[in-house]
């Protein structure tokens, strides 16, 4: 009986990061119907990245299962476990890997619906990330913006531009904006790696604390992604946890954690270079700046604002601005603030049941990439993932065949120590002995 008959379904998320885990999670919960009996297994890539219990309960999403595996014992388990939904909540050339893996794993056999996308503001390599997610049955665009740019590159290739499918972000929610705060907050949304060097995360760390230290009325809050020590989807090498130590700061000035959504709640400015962060306060009408100090420019991110209304500068902000967004700009961002929020994800809940209820199920994924269209590229993609040119494992690759020991634990752990230390104290020392 087709699914959308039962309302029961099963889905399943692969992630490899903490923000990937939320997209991911999220979108499985606005894709599938209100009224559907729903179990929601979550699957975390090893590797770097792969998110701590604190990160993944900051999301808010309750998994029924969760594991961490390899893109190989993955694979293995979609062999064996039957699911109708999808969602592959990973960076382009690991959707491409398991694109390929699954494609060889499903045959022509029943197969689920498999859904991929973006995390949020897609403003590098638009080419390079939709060709290698091209072969999902849906390929999720956050904005008509988004949705537009995708098909152009699609048709523009000659590959198919059907599964693009406009929704918004999953993670937009809370109370609009009602006023004032007492105290006034302003909110630094921090990056991990933008800006990404310490000439210019020490600048905009001054200017925070300037702003807080003339301005004793405000509360001034340093809104830090990760904890010493945790991954997140962009290497931090220079952590303004690191930054700020030894400086002398206001006592009206604070480092926070935690659900961005609840730090939204008391602010009244949020500021960044560009973090998706800003379009979640712009969904509430909290008033958002977009910094323009560093320049405006394609290395920031910060060049996707441009005609929003909320570039402006920290001396512009010293002295009292207020940002003013444009409404028509907001509403090709799939921003929602209109209050279309609640029906941003139809579409592709509509798109999802008609797939599944097709008698004859779904054909085999098609990538646009194959070892014929992409030789050169392709099998260093699967390789990177101990997949051959064919989709099937390597011989070696990991199965998962039984849960890890003790033993390997250990050294998986001391693995990601020593990757950190190489990441956050040995690289920068190397990248100043090559400016000398």
Known sequence: MPASATKSLRVAVLADSDTRWKWGALTAQRLTPADAEVRLDGYLLRGRATPTARQLQEVGVR??????????????????EPYEVLVLALVGGGVQAMLHGLRAVWGTGRRPVVVTGYVGVVYEKLADGLLLRHGADLVLANSRHDADRFRAVYEGVGADASAVTEVALPFLGGAP?????????????????????????????????????????REVLLKLRSKPGEHTTHIEELPYQKLVQGKDVPANFRLVYGHMGEVLDRTDLLVTVSSTAALEALHRRVPTVVLTDLGVREALGNHHFTGSGCLASWDQLDAGHRPAPDEEW??????????????????????????????????????????????????????????????????????????PGPVRQIVRRAARGAYRHGVQRVAPVIRRMGEL
């Open 63 to 80: 998994a029924d299962s969760l594991s961490e595996v390899t893109g190989v014992e993955f694979l293995h388990a979609m062999g064996q």
């Open 177 to 217: 904006y009602a006023g004032e705060h007492d105290p006034y907050t302003v909110v630094f949304a921090a990056q991990p790696s933008v800006p990404d060097n310490r000439r210019d995360r020490t600048y905009l760390l001054d200017r925070l604390i300037r702003h807080a230290r003339e301005h004793p009325e």
């Open 330 to 403: 907001v509403a090709r961002q799939g921003v929602a603030a209109d209050g279309s929020y609640d029906t941003a994800f139809d579409a592709a809940r509509e798109r999802i049941a008609k797939l599944l209820d097709r008698a004859d199920g779904l054909p085999p994924l098609t990538p646009y990439y194959t070892p014929e269209t992409a030789p050169g590229y392709l099998p260093g993609i699967l390789a990177r993932h101990h997949l051959g040119p064919d989709g099937a494992p390597l011989p070696g690759a990991p199965t998962a065949d039984k849960a």
